[in-house]
């Protein structure tokens, strides 16, 4: 079964993201969809050809995962976005194990923005952790690299220059900003819900 690129139109009109940019990004993910779709394609005439021990099928196997996640993250990202965001619901069990784990929302707020400010690209995500019962704040360089593997990610802002460049230049902040106040926290605590 071939993936099909999700259809993110709504987020058209959202403060602080140009049509433009998300008309850029929505490009760039559907590349990630039809790239996952040709290497599934590809290995599997690999396997079914026997030629599994060529350095070509290696390779093909190291690049799905570049692939796959940068369609997976494209989905949670713009996902866990609304036109005008919503609001957070401060008696939800999310928001009390964000007090739990960090302290208080100001300081949870804090951590995640400075993780989105590291210099590089890349991803910031708020991962729960299922086994551990655990929020984490992560910086994620590569989109197959670093992940906390077992964990979920709830929250998923791309940080990778493509993202606000063409509207924000290197101004990072006003990007991040911006992001915040089209977050979807009805989405992101579903998430965490569903753990």
């Known amino acids: 079964?071939?993936?099909?690129?999700?259809?993110?139109?709504?987020?058209?009109?959202?403060?602080?993201?140009?049509?433009?940019?998300?008309?850029?990004?929505?490009?760039?993910?559907?590349?990630?969809?039809?790239?996952?779709?040709?290497l599934d394609e590809l290995l599997?005439?690999?396997?079914?050809?026997?030629?599994?021990?060529?350095?070509q099928y290696a390779e093909l196997k190291r690049r799905f995962g570049w692939?796959?996640?940068?369609?997976r993250l494209h989905e949670y990202y713009f996902g866990n976005?609304?036109?005008?965001?919503?609001?957070?619901?401060?008696?939800?069990?999310f928001y009390k194990a964000i007090l739990h784990?960090?302290?208080?929302?100001?300081?949870?707020?804090?951590?995640?923005k400075g993780v989105g400010l590291m210099?590089?690209?890349?991803?910031?995500?708020?991962?729960?952790?299922t086994q551990g019962k655990r929020l984490f704040n992560t910086w994620i360089n590569e989109h197959d690299t670093g992940h906390l593997a077992g964990a979920c990610p709830l929250l998923v802002m791309d940080v990778f220059e493509h993202?606000?460049?063409t509207q924000y230049g290197l101004r990072r902040p006003e990007y991040i900003e911006s992001f915040f106040k089209a977050?979807?926290?009805?989405?992101v605590a579903q998430r965490y819900n569903k753990q």
């Open 119 to 129: 210099r590089g690209i890349g991803w910031a995500i708020l991962y729960y952790d």
């Open 81 to 93: 976005m609304k036109k005008g965001g919503s609001g957070l619901d401060r008696n939800s069990a």
């Open 163 to 165: 993202a606000y460049i």
């Open 44 to 55: 599997k005439m690999y396997l079914k050809d026997g030629r599994t021990n060529l350095p």
């Open 101 to 112: 784990e960090f302290g208080s929302w100001e300081a949870w707020e804090r951590d995640f």
């Open 67 to 71: 692939e796959f996640d940068g369609m």
């Open 183 to 187: 977050i979807d926290w009805a989405i």
């Open 1 to 38: 079964m071939k993936y099909q690129p999700k259809n993110f139109d709504y987020l058209y009109g959202t403060p602080g993201f140009s049509d433009q940019l998300l008309n850029l990004h929505f490009t760039l993910y559907r590349g990630y969809v039809e790239n996952t779709n040709k």
